[in-house]
């Protein structure tokens, strides 16, 4: 069975930090990219960012630039994302999915966490 375990969210005040993980199993984590991508309330899920698994290359909305950080540990089977300089703008649930290749478009992935909520305090 596959699985995406989102962890790490919580309440943080603006300008702290949180490190999301994103723990998975049933599939050959190798062989699938993964993108981190959050949903506030009333607005569509949008991409955050996602790492390839072919090359490990990384790709960040413009709105994360520069304050966050996505990484693969493969051994450990699991997508971390670092947030940093975080603001009340970046409250959502954040979902973490597993695909084919590294995009930000929700439809190119097959598989989905259950997410992690994060709220940032102002």
């Known amino acids: 069975e596959v699985q995406l375990v989102e962890s790490g969210g919580g309440l943080v005040q603006a300008g702290g930090s949180l490190r999301l993980s994103c723990a998975a199993s049933g599939f050959t984590f190798d062989d699938y990219a993964i993108g981190w991508f959050r949903q506030a309330p009333g607005k569509e899920r949008e991409g955050v960012s996602c790492i390839s698994s072919s090359d490990g290359s990384t790709y960040y909305a413009d709105s994360v630039k520069g304050r966050f950080t996505i990484s693969s540990d493969n051994a450990k089977n699991t997508v971390y994302l670092q947030m940093n300089s975080l603001k009340p703008e970046d409250t959502a649930v954040y979902y973490c999915?597993?695909?084919?290749?590294?995009?930000?478009?929700?439809?190119?992935?097959?598989?989905w966490g259950q997410g992690t909520q994060v709220t940032v305090s102002s």
């Open positions: 999915a597993a695909g084919d290749i590294a995009t930000m478009e929700t439809y190119e992935y097959d598989y």
